[in-house]
Each structure stands twice: as structure tokens, then as C-alpha cells.
């Protein structure tokens, strides 16, 4: 998992975030797999991010998992609240 950390006020935070967001980790993944670290597990990617972990790791073995609810309102419960426990 990656530390939200600051953006200036001047950027589209949005897409800034993604973008730094996914570079960070492929970089953490990347150096920690080079340390001989085999069983990494990288939280938080979008569907869209998943489907580019292929072509990013193409010579590295590796499994993505994806939990779904079914329970939509629990879902928007859990994620309204989350910021209340640090």
C-alpha cells in the first residue's frame, strides 16, 4: 500500500494520484521481487490497472485476486467510515 501523500493545489488531483499511484507500486513491487521477496501482496489497483499487470510483469510469475460484495450498501457503509479509524 502506498501513504496518501500531499498534491499541489495547481494539479487535477484525480488523475495525478492514479498515475503516481501506480508508478510507486509497480517500483515497490518491482524492487522488492529483485530482493528475493516472492510472496508480495499489492493492494488497491482499478480494473483498469489489473488488466495492465500482465504486460508490466510478463517475465514474473504472479496471481491477482479480486474481492467483490455483494452488498452494495454495506460496501458504501465501510468506505464513508473508514477514514474514522485512522
Do not use: C, W
Not at 518491482?30 to 488497491?44: C, E, Q, S, V
Amino acid at each position: 500500500m502506498i501513504p496518501d501523500f500531499g498534491i499541489s493545489n495547481n494539479v487535477y488531483e484525480e488523475k495525478y494520484e492514479e498515475e503516481i499511484m501506480l508508478e510507486s507500486s509497480i517500483t515497490l513491487l518491482n524492487y522488492f521481487h529483485n530482493k528475493g521477496l516472492k510472496n508480495i501482496i499489492a493492494l488497491d489497483f482499478n480494473d483498469l490497472r489489473t488488466r495492465e499487470l500482465p504486460r508490466i510483469f510478463k517475465e514474473t510469475n504472479f496471481i491477482t485476486l479480486k474481492l467483490i460484495s455483494s452488498d452494495y450498501e454495506q460496501n458504501k457503509r465501510q468506505m464513508i467510515s473508514r477514514g474514522e479509524n485512522g
